[in-house]
């Protein structure tokens, strides 16, 4: 399995690129997996009963619905940690794409638009594999649309078999 992060500002459009990104990717056969990075969850939050279990101190709390669930784990704070999890439970998967974890190491893409009041992550922090972008930001480094899934997508199945 190997991790992409999908970084940028917020309100930069990673989740619209991760939901239009996961089937083009799949049409491409690989098994895609997904971890949104959430930093300000402290916990299950609010005063539902989940919260609560986890409140109380319990070393895991799941919550399953009719169509699915999830699982709140409180010691594991990091992306590698976290990757261990995905590689046990979900061998299957062949690219984990990461929405954020900026400051974790790891190839990156960007996502940026002109109408974000803050300049791109990647100006300040490593290089990103590629921009998802309109226009050109740094000369050495390609910028591809994001109306060019097709592209984008091609590019990280070319990275992902390298």
Do not use: C
């Not at 929405?99 to 009041?117: F, M, N, P, Q, R």
Request: no cysteine; net charge negative; glycine share 8%.
């Amino acid at each position: 399995m190997k991790r992409l992060h999908i970084i940028g500002r917020h309100n930069s459009g990673k989740t619209t690129l991760i939901l239009r990104l996961i089937p083009a990717l799949k049409e491409r056969g690989l098994r895609v997996g997904v971890l949104k990075h959430a930093p300000g969850i402290q916990s299950f939050e609010g005063e539902s009963d989940s919260a609560r279990f986890a409140k109380a101190g319990a070393d895991f709390t799941g919550l399953v619905g009719r169509h699915g669930g999830a699982i709140y784990l409180p010691e594991l704070t990091e992306i590698s940690q976290w990757e261990k999890v995905v590689e046990h439970f979900f061998p299957q998967v062949d690219l984990l794409l990461v929405e954020g974890y900026k400051s974790a190491s790891g190839t990156k893409i960007e996502v940026w638009h002109d109408g974000l009041s803050e300049p791109p992550v990647s100006k300040s922090e490593e290089p990103p594999l590629f921009f998802v972008s309109k226009v050109s930001l740094m000369p050495e480094i390609q910028s591809l649309s994001p109306d060019d899934i097709d592209s984008i997508a091609e590019q990280i199945q070319r990275w992902w078999k390298s």
